[in-house]
């Protein structure tokens, strides 16, 4: 009699714990599938945004349609410095088309065991004979673009320096207002005061911009310098464009706007390299109409994953020419000692061992131009190599 009590209770005891397994399986279960909803709700977003981001990287990704002499997308993959072109033209939105200058050129070495990026202008008014197009001389620099495209330009420049140029990116001027304003606005030190209006190209216009000397201030006069906004320290994408595109009163001239312009991608690439940028479909997209570049989908994903150090320390330089007249027509001369410094410079920070600089003027001179090749390098007391 005394033991019916103990198996009754025992058998509750059972039932209750047999009850609590049965919840705790609920509760795992329930888990289990809230989980299993997140991880592909989260996956799936997750190829949303590849494919969106794939799909904005393939509208830019244009061929130079050369043969280059180093595989940039096996450089960038075993994590080895690289360089890249970038040109910027005034024409447009880019329809994929060759008309128009080059108005600025900048050769960037991105190294990423030395954690440094080099960007160096290049005066777009040397004296060329454009790869492929040599019956065409002389011509300047800047207008090998118009007649062999990227291809033809990254090739005068790699003949010009004998420095690999691995890569290109074309960005549209105007573009430029929306790629800042894309990334929150870019603050930059001016190196001058100066007042200028970006909707003409020599005269102050209605909206008028006005930089200080050794500060990242600036304010907008919509009434041709009546009144002025308040001071702003973040150059928007309208602000960005008339500081980048002054010229004529830079006592400079254009070696001044490439400085300026430096200042602004140094910006630039400090915001955009991040991978919350750099990885947006959003930015990407917007760079369609704009810029172009030969960079694979691969190749930027992991320049964002393992050369973003290398944007911090950046350093900035231009190569230096002197005026000459041929004609009536202004062009830039270097010398062969600053050709060469610059050369060093960029082979050095590529990991290359050094190497003489490269032709005089990025391709065969015709025999028909050899007197206008002679006249041009005298002025700078030079002669035409044999």
Avoid: C
Wanted: charged share 25%.
């Amino acid at each position: 009699m005394q033991e019916e009590p103990k198996q009754l209770s025992r058998a509750v005891r059972n039932e209750g714990i047999r009850a609590k397994r049965k919840k705790r399986s609920r509760i795992r279960k329930w888990i289990f599938w809230i989980l299993t909803v997140i991880i592909l709700g989260t996956a799936g977003w997750g190829t949303y945004l590849y494919a969106q981001y794939k799909g904005a990287i393939d509208d830019i990704q244009k061929s130079a349609h050369i043969n280059k002499t180093r595989n940039v997308s096996n450089l960038i993959a075993r994590g080895k410095p690289f360089s890249i072109l970038v040109l910027g033209t005034d024409v447009g939105e880019l329809n994929r088309d060759r008309t128009g200058l080059t108005d600025s050129m900048m050769l960037v070495t991105v190294n990423p065991k030395t954690n440094k990026t080099t960007m160096v202008s290049i005066p777009r008014d040397i004296l060329t004979a454009i790869p492929g197009y040599e019956d065409s001389f002389p011509q300047k620099l800047n207008s090998a673009y118009a007649f062999g495209g990227v291809g033809a330009t990254m090739k005068a420049v790699q003949n010009y320096l004998n420095v690999p140029v691995d890569s290109y990116a074309l960005v549209n001027m105007k573009g430029l207002e929306t790629l800042v304003n894309k990334v929150g606005g870019v603050s930059v030190e001016s190196p001058m005061d100066f007042q200028y209006s970006q909707d003409t190209a020599h005269d102050y216009g209605p909206n008028l911009y006005r930089f200080h000397k050794g500060s990242t201030k600036w304010e907008k006069s919509d009434d041709n310098g009546v009144t002025w906004s308040s001071s702003k320290t973040k150059l928007d994408g309208d602000a960005a464009l008339a500081f980048s595109r002054m010229r004529y009163d830079d006592p400079q001239g254009d070696y001044g706007r490439q400085q300026r312009q430096r200042l602004v991608m140094q910006a630039m690439i400090k915001k955009a390299i991040n991978a919350d940028t750099l990885l947006n479909s959003s930015f990407i997209k917007s760079l369609s109409k704009y810029a172009q570049t030969d960079l694979s989908f691969n190749d930027i994903v992991k320049i964002a994953q393992k050369y973003r150090s290398a944007a911090k320390h950046q350093d900035s330089d231009h190569m230096q020419g002197t005026g000459v007249m041929l004609s009536g027509v202004s062009y830039q001369a270097v010398t062969d000692t600053e050709k060469q410094r610059v050369t060093d410079k960029l082979r050095k920070q590529l990991g290359l061992s050094a190497k003489e600089t490269g032709s005089q003027f990025g391709g065969d001179v015709p025999s028909s131009g050899l007197s206008i090749a002679q006249t041009y390098l005298s002025q700078i007391n030079e002669t035409v190599d044999e």
